[in-house]
């Protein structure tokens, strides 16, 4: 039975009064400079962008529901996936709704929830391609299959992950408005999905339980959101069920995408130590796994979760709190392989973190969890959105070029991507920050996140009225208004101490300052300096509070110069700044010379100075340094991380030199792989070789460069051969597609080959890439499986009235 419509920080009155509960979104108001315009900003671009970019998956929801009405139309196009994005980008639009009151947006969602709604069998079950059978034609689309009928290919058909996506934005809706339409349609899918998995239904699996953990994880934290909202515990034994039977029940045999570890399904999650495979889907497990924990106090998660987390923060996590270093899987590679510019950091990935560790810190109250959150947050998570919120990176390397593709074959940031995670992951993560600001027991509240805020938090013996007040993460000071409902009403307040104000920029023994003296912070109450000592990186002020009662912390922002363990061979020689909870990075635009030519000597003699234009808030720093490139440079100038790659596609680098010899501002040729090339047809006034151009073309119609094209050869099959110096471990082979708009375009299909022991074999394309035929942009793919390859062959289908042509090449070398 559906509960009235509650609030999170009144659920808690059904639970244990030690459970730490999160006060809610809609429950806490922002007031300052740095997150309230990210969100204003989301509601008036990023939202209605990104709606109108997920429309094709409205459209598959339109079709499905008519093919279930006998309404004739179409039948939706095959897709694993492209619903969660739907959902996501619904979700963050539901988390804006509390900005202020939209009836238009509201008429939009109710819309879509309308199509939901319609699409959704009578049982439950909701997946557009299985209603509607054209998954029967399609059961190797996008280089994975998603089986031919419901749950027949529960290890990559993202099945549940979407429903776990959809939970969510049915939560976040109800919260903002009271309105429980969707939410009812999610709750009967998840009852549904209770009988097939657990108890057993004649039209799915031949009556059997399927008894299956999902591929991408996702719904088992969805489940708890479920729980929490509703009060129904049958959620909450889902989402532990899930959890309990992952590595149990089902293995997956193969490699690449197919290998036990890729899903975290290697072993019973309570034996895994380390974290492995794909990083989002490991980070979203090890979130559920953690909510599991915090609700249920099934403490026997807890020594994985503890090995995991440590894991991760002393051998596999960029400074930046970027997770999954290594492309093709997308994930973890070797302990403390962490590269620089070959880096992965999936934008999703750094979403995971940050809830992974939420959760982590609701389940023991410890600060360093909010510590590793807040780094993952104001770093890799906001450089994956630009400032004026409408272009994104999925990609998050710690240097870059500017003459060379550095984002998923894009130079500089995307409008959108193919595979649309990332884009809509920020859609609804940056809207939740307001919920993670605060958190209570019955008599405790504890102060996480800081930004100008304000607040109610319900206690025991009454409310109690919060306004905090700062200009985080550039202002040292945050201050704290207290106001309780009742006179002198006793309880304690919690505020965090970050480790960047003591020897280490974030918990973990990957990192360390140069300097490791702490900071001198400071807690003053009502104005005079109390004595207290961090537990668990809180410190505590328990009293009868008075209202007015004014707390203020002062964390001094020093700059820092941070050095990795030896163990990390990417870092040697060199240095990372960083300020606050800040990690800065040198950008083109800022300086003479190449960013990665320059060489530092850690100095005391620094200089902080605001930007300027949409970059005013921001704070700039300038440290002594000199260029290898130009003798008469004498310092380099630096700017947040998060906000590089908005004043154009430059440069960056966030490690660097400590000595000349390691200072280089040189980049790969192309032609170190390729010994020659052999085409099917090249055009006379054409060559071949035009394709190992070293930079980046304007556009597909760059005519200022040399080009390949097969004219005059219209709608003919034309084949490229590559020879390689050398066999290559490959990471990556993208194309730059040449189209003048007449007799050359982009092609109609294409596909690539690989040569191994003399034989040609089809590429294994990753699981999530497609062959685009997108202008203007590099069309990346990536192996789904290790290979070493001899050579490689692009096998090229034009359209039937045109030739075809290729500006640029770039292959990958995993390092």
Not at 752 to 773: A, C, H, S
Request: charged fraction near 20%.
């Amino acid at each position: 039975m559906l509960l009235p419509f509650i609030s999170y920080a009144s659920i808690k009155k059904t639970k244990s009064s030690d459970v730490l509960q999160p006060v809610s979104f809609n429950e806490v108001i922002l007031e300052d400079n740095f997150w309230l315009p990210r969100l204003q900003i989301q509601k008036e671009v990023l939202v209605p962008f990104a709606l109108e970019k997920v429309r094709p998956a409205m459209d598959n929801l339109r079709k499905t529901g008519n093919y279930l009405n006998g309404v004739k139309d179409e039948l939706p196009f095959p897709h694993r996936f492209v619903a969660s994005d739907l959902y996501k980008v619904m979700e963050g639009a539901a988390y804006l709704l509390t900005l202020e009151k939209d009836s238009a947006l509201e008429h939009t969602m109710d819309s879509i929830i309308d199509l939901i709604g319609n699409a959704q069998e009578e049982d439950g079950y909701l997946y557009e391609a299985h209603t509607t059978g054209v998954s029967a034609s399609h059961e190797h689309w996008g280089g994975a299959g998603m089986g031919d009928k419901p749950y027949s290919w529960v290890v990559h058909s993202h099945e549940l992950y979407n429903m776990g996506h959809m939970y969510e934005g049915a939560v976040a809706y109800y919260l903002a408005t009271g309105k429980d339409k969707w939410l009812k349609i999610a709750e009967k899918n998840a009852r549904h999905i209770n009988h097939v998995f657990f108890e057993g239904d004649p039209k799915y699996n031949n009556g059997n339980p399927v008894n299956q953990a999902p591929g991408h994880q996702e719904i088992e934290l969805a489940l708890v959101k479920l729980y929490r909202t509703t009060g129904d515990s049958l959620y909450l034994k889902m989402a532990k069920k899930f959890i309990d039977i992952r590595g149990v029940t089902y293995q997956p045999e193969g490699e690449g995408v197919m290998a036990p570890s890729y899903a975290q399904q290697h072993l019973p999650v309570r034996e895994q130590t380390k974290a492995v495979g794909h990083a989002v889907r490991a980070t979203y497990l090890y979130a559920g796994m953690a909510d599991v924990l915090a609700q249920t106090g099934d403490k026997s998660l807890q020594p994985a979760l503890d090995s995991i987390w440590n894991n991760i923060v002393d051998t596999r996590m960029h400074i930046t709190g970027g997770l999954g270093a290594i492309h093709g899987i997308e994930g973890f590679g070797p302990e403390y392989v962490l590269p620089n510019k070959d880096a992965y950091n999936e934008t999703c990935a750094a979403v995971g973190n940050v809830m992974f560790n939420y959760r982590m810190f609701l389940a023991k109250k410890d600060a360093r969890y909010v510590d590793v959150a807040e780094v993952a947050l104001y770093n890799n998570v906001l450089a994956g959105v630009n400032l004026d919120g409408n272009k994104f990176f999925y990609v998050n390397p710690l240097e870059a070029d500017a003459r060379n593709a550095f984002n998923q074959g894009l130079k500089g940031r995307s409008p959108w991507f193919g595979t649309a995670c990332c884009p809509s992951n920020i859609a609804r993560l940056i809207p939740q920050i307001p919920g993670m600001m605060y958190a209570h027991t019955d008599n405790d509240i504890y102060c996480t996140f800081y930004a100008g805020t304000s607040t109610v938090v319900s206690l025991s013996d009454g409310k109690v009225t919060i306004k905090q007040t700062t200009n985080y993460p550039f202002d040292e000071s945050v201050r704290f208004e207290i106001k309780p409902e009742q006179s002198k009403q006793r309880f304690a307040m919690h505020f965090r101490i970050p480790t960047w104000v003591g020897k280490q920029f974030v918990p973990g023994k990957l990192y360390h300052y140069l300097n490791d003296k702490p900071a001198e912070w400071k807690v003053l109450l009502n104005g005079k300096e109390v004595s207290v000592k961090p537990h668990k990186g809180f410190v505590t002020i328990e009293r009868a509070w008075k209202s007015g009662d004014l707390v203020e912390l002062q964390l001094p922002m020093l700059v820092r110069y941070n050095k990795a363990i030896s163990q990390v061979e990417a870092d040697i020689d060199r240095v990372c700044i960083t300020r606050g909870p800040l990690v800065y990075c040198a950008e083109s635009v800022d300086n003479v010379a190449m960013p990665a030519s320059y060489v530092v000597n850690p100095s005391e003699d620094i200089s902080i100075t605001k930007g300027a234009g949409a970059l005013k808030y921001i704070d700039f720093i300038t440290v002594p340094a000199h260029s290898v490139q130009d003798k008469d440079v004498h310092s380099l100038t630096l700017l947040p991380y998060y906000a590089w790659d908005n004043r154009g596609d430059d440069a960056m680098i966030v490690w660097l030199s400590e000595n000349d010899s390691l200072a280089n501002a040189s980049i790969p040729k192309i032609s170190e792989y390729i010994s020659d090339i052999k085409a099917t047809h090249t055009f006379d006034r054409d060559d071949v070789y035009a394709m190992l151009t070293n930079g980046y073309p304007a556009n597909s119609f760059d005519t200022s460069i040399p080009r390949w094209t097969s004219w005059p050869q219209k709608g003919e099959e034309q084949i490229v051969e590559f020879i390689l110096k050398r066999p290559i471990a490959l990471q990556s082979f993208s194309v730059y597609w040449y189209d003048d708009g007449g007799g050359v375009q982009v092609p109609k299909s294409w596909s690539l080959e690989y040569k191994q022991n003399g034989e040609w074999k089809t590429f294994p394309i990753y699981v999530t890439d497609e062959y685009r035929m997108l202008k203007d942009q590099y069309n990346m793919v990536h192996p789904g499986k290790d290979i070493t390859t001899e050579g490689l062959r692009l096998r090229i289908v034009p359209l039937p009235h045109a030739a075809v042509g290729i500006l640029s090449v770039q292959i990958e070398e995993v390092k």
